[in-house]
């Protein structure tokens, strides 16, 4: 290929893109109790996946994730309603819904811990 050829096939003006903020992703970092899941909640058409127990204040649609992955885990939902299972399950039926425009992490660092006691263990 020569120059010619390479320029014709790169971009020749700029194109402004117009994001969208469902299709973003943010990282809030606060203090406990700084209100983060409260904020994050207000988001119309969201989903909650919780790692920890805050979620109890919280009304929204929310999924307990138990464990990283389990070799015949149950999914089964609590006294309250909310549905519990593994973060293998919660992603694979995610990447087959459309049903939710949000997916909020409560907390990113036990999910990290989750998924790092799955692998290490």
């Not at 700029?14 to 606060?30: F, T």
């Not at 929310?62 to 070799?71: E, L, M, N, Y």
């Not at 909310?82 to 660092?109: G, N, P, W, Y």
Request: net charge negative; glycine share 4%; with cysteine.
């Amino acid at each position: 290929m020569n120059t010619q050829e390479a320029n014709a096939l790169l971009p020749d003006a700029p194109v402004k893109s117009i994001p969208n903020p469902k299709g973003l992703v943010y990282l809030l970092i606060a203090p406990p109790k700084f209100g983060k899941t409260t904020w994050m909640a207000d988001i119309p058409n969201s989903l909650l996946l919780a790692f920890e127990r805050g979620h109890a204040f919280h009304s929204i649609c929310k999924i307990a994730i138990d464990k990283w992955d389990g070799h015949k885990f149950e999914m089964y939902d609590d006294e309250e309603g909310c549905r519990h299972m593994t973060m293998k399950q919660a992603a694979e039926i995610l990447e087959a819904s459309d049903k939710f425009d949000f997916v909020i992490f409560d907390t990113a660092d036990m999910a990290v811990k989750k998924c790092t006691d799955y692998w290490l263990n």
